[in-house]
C-alpha cells in the first residue's frame, strides 16, 4: 500500500491534501480567525506521524508502547491547541488531521526521493 504512495498516485494525494490545506487555512482565517498552518503545529504534525510510523504494526512492548504514548500526547497536545485557537471541536480536529497528514506527505516525499536514490545506484 505505502508503495502506492511513493508514486504518481503519491504525487497526487500529496497535491490534493496541500490543494486542501490552503483552502482550508484561508476559511479558518476568514471564519475563525487562525489558521492551522504555524510552524509548531507542522513540526508537532511531523513529529506525531513519526511517533505513530515507528509503532505501526508492532507488537506491544514497553518500548512500542512508550513511542505510542508519546504520538499520543503529540495529536492530543495538537486537538487540544487547535481547539483553543479556533474554539469549536470539529475546527480542531480537521486541524489536526491536516496537520498529521502534512506530516504524512512530507515523509512521503521523502521516500519518494529515497526511492530514486535507490535506483541510482
Request: proline content about 2%; overall charge positive; hydrophobic content about 55%.
Amino acid at each position: 500500500m505505502l508503495e502506492l504512495l511513493t508514486g504518481p498516485l503519491g504525487l497526487v494525494l500529496a497535491a490534493a491534501v496541500l490543494w486542501w490545506g490552503i483552502t482550508f487555512n484561508s476559511r479558518l482565517e476568514k471564519r475563525y480567525h487562525c489558521t492551522a498552518c504555524t510552524p509548531w503545529g507542522i513540526a508537532g504534525g511531523i513529529a506525531g506521524v513519526f511517533c505513530w510510523m515507528l509503532v505501526w504494526g508492532q507488537p506491544l512492548t514497553l518500548q512500542t508502547a512508550a513511542v505510542g504514548a508519546a504520538a499520543a500526547a503529540i495529536t492530543l497536545g495538537l486537538f487540544f491547541s487547535n481547539r483553543a485557537k479556533s474554539g469549536s471541536i470539529l475546527q480542531g480536529i480537521l486541524m489536526t488531521v491536516w496537520q498529521l497528514f502534512l506530516g504524512l506527505v512530507v515523509f512521503g516525499i521523502l521516500e519518494m526521493l529515497d526511492n530514486r536514490r535507490k535506483r541510482r545506484k
